[in-house]
């Protein structure tokens, strides 16, 4: 089920702890791939207070678009951005800016609030917007992701991955390729090793793409960044073949319950090409496999935010109950994971929250050991006004179903529902 229409919240102590920011990696052709390696650490808090937003004029704000007239936007403002951030070889960054349909760019990772985009990818200026399907335009983009000098932008809307072989910096710059369809200007759902239906997140590792193919309940593996159009997909996980697109697929092609092998919702994904971790957003879980899919439905090695891998309750009390948020539960986490190689963050969407296991999870139900968002593990409100489990306004410290966490050098940059961008500065 995808959470497209989520609503947005409009509207201490604090524990040390050290987590580990990655520098740019390299593939084995000596492309840097961001993202894809233990890095340097850096000192944060728990309920830290963001250093810089982006999409907004302040962080007590958190209006789409900044409140400007319905159908328009502007350099500075974002309407819900979905997935990670991504950053370029030359330090471009890019955004999603998904109901704008629309990516900005940045040349540089912004250092003040409200910062003014460079460049657009999806529209011919900053202030239209409007759903397409041409090789610059988009139905709604999210995910960016960078490998080597290629940028990948998953086009959920229109059932498709666009890449460019050389990360544009100028408006409108059109995709070299498209995945998931024939050619460009076509919109089709398909259950196929071809088609795509409704991608949510991508990522890329050790020169492999893996895409969440969210309403098709699968995840596609292509051993090789695609260099055509229409490119077919080489390995399907949560389905035992091409042809087969059922939710929580009980091996024998019809819907059953939760298995280590099968999904309802994939929606988040990341990878280094030696491991995939996805979130299974209905069912309210994270499955890992530690070492890379070989196999069409090959089952995941580790769950978390379940006890086990049959079950699927909203934040489980470990007996099968559902009780307050903890550091081992989940409700619905959604697009956001990422790892530096060594730690795994995670965006737990209906607690309002991120979390950080500090060393890569190797046993089921591994309780995180750093929340952001929120003060402590057992609260889950929007926009948590730091008095306790109160519901407030935005605020640098607080999160509203957050949809996105990426990391670079010393900073995290997470992707909020208050329809900004959060910078987070080590300290």
């Known amino acids: 089920m995808t959470n497209r229409n989520l609503s947005t919240v409009v509207a201490t102590a604090t524990l040390a702890f050290t987590i580990f920011i990655s520098s740019p990696a390299t593939r084995a052709d000596d492309d840097s791939e961001v993202g894809s390696s233990p890095g340097a650490a850096i000192t944060l808090?728990?309920?830290?207070?963001?250093?810089?937003?982006?999409?907004?004029?302040?962080?007590?704000?958190?209006?789409?678009?900044?409140?400007?007239?319905e159908g328009s936007a502007a350099a500075d403002t974002i309407c819900n951005g979905y997935g990670a951030a991504a950053v370029g070889p030359t330090g471009v960054l890019y955004l999603s800016d998904e109901c704008n349909q629309r990516v900005l760019g940045f040349t540089g990772i912004p250092s003040s609030n409200d910062a003014d985009a460079d460049f657009v990818l999806?529209?011919?200026?900053?202030?239209t917007t409007g759903q397409a399907n041409g090789a610059n335009q988009f139905g709604g983009p999210q995910s960016p992701v960078i490998s080597g000098k290629e940028l990948l932008v998953s086009d959920?809307?229109?059932?498709?991955?666009?890449?460019?072989?050389?990360?544009?910096?100028?408006?409108?710059?059109?995709?070299?390729?498209?995945?998931?369809?024939?050619?460009?200007?076509?919109?089709?759902?398909?259950?196929?090793?071809?088609?795509?239906?409704?991608?949510?997140?991508?990522?890329?590792?050790g020169g492999k793409l893996v895409v969440a193919d969210s309403d098709n309940a699968r995840v596609l593996i292509f051993k090789k960044i695609p260099k055509k159009n229409g490119q077919?997909?080489?390995?399907?996980?949560?389905?035992?073949?091409?042809?087969?697109?059922?939710?929580?697929?009980?091996?024998?092609?019809?819907?059953?319950?939760?298995?280590?092998?099968?999904?309802?919702?994939?929606?988040?994904?990341?990878?280094?090409?030696?491991?995939?971790?996805?979130?299974?957003?209905?069912?309210?879980?994270?499955?890992?496999?530690?070492?890379?899919?070989?196999?069409?439905?090959?089952?995941?090695?580790?769950?978390?935010?379940?006890?086990?891998?049959?079950?699927?309750?909203?934040?489980?009390?470990?007996?099968?109950?559902?009780?307050?948020?903890?550091?081992?539960?989940?409700?619905?986490?959604?697009?956001?994971?990422?790892?530096?190689?060594t730690q795994l963050f995670v965006d737990d969407q209906e607690n309002n929250r991120i979390l950080v296991w500090n060393t890569f999870p190797t046993a089921n139900f591994t309780p995180a050991d750093v929340v952001i968002g929120q003060p402590n593990f057992t609260c889950g409100v929007a926009n948590n006004d730091g008095s306790g489990c109160t519901l407030g306004t935005a605020s640098a410290s607080n999160l509203s179903q957050p949809t996105g966490v990426f990391q670079i050098n010393n900073q995290l940059i997470v992707t909020d529902g208050n329809s900004r961008y959060l910078i987070y500065n080590g300290m």
């Open 45 to 69: 808090s728990n309920f830290q207070a963001a250093a810089v937003v982006i999409g907004q004029p302040d962080f007590s704000s958190s209006m789409v678009n900044q409140g400007i007239a």
């Open 122 to 127: 999806g529209q011919p200026d900053f202030t």
């Open 156 to 205: 959920w809307y229109n059932s498709r991955i666009l890449i460019w072989k050389t990360a544009p910096t100028t408006t409108q710059a059109p995709a070299n390729i498209v995945v998931g369809q024939a050619k460009f200007g076509t919109r089709t759902d398909a259950c196929s090793a071809k088609g795509l239906d409704a991608p949510e997140t991508i990522s890329v590792g």
């Open 232 to 341: 077919k997909a080489d390995i399907v996980l949560g389905q035992k073949n091409f042809k087969t697109c059922v939710e929580l697929n009980n091996g024998e092609g019809a819907t059953g319950s939760p298995t280590a092998a099968n999904f309802s919702y994939p929606a988040g994904i990341w990878t280094d090409g030696k491991r995939i971790v996805v979130t299974d957003e209905d069912e309210n879980r994270v499955l890992i496999w530690t070492k890379f899919p070989k196999k069409n439905f090959q089952p995941a090695d580790i769950v978390l935010g379940q006890p086990d891998f049959t079950s699927d309750v909203v934040n489980n009390n470990g007996s099968g109950g559902s009780e307050l948020p903890s550091a081992k539960n989940m409700n619905m986490p959604y697009n956001g994971v990422f790892s530096n190689g």
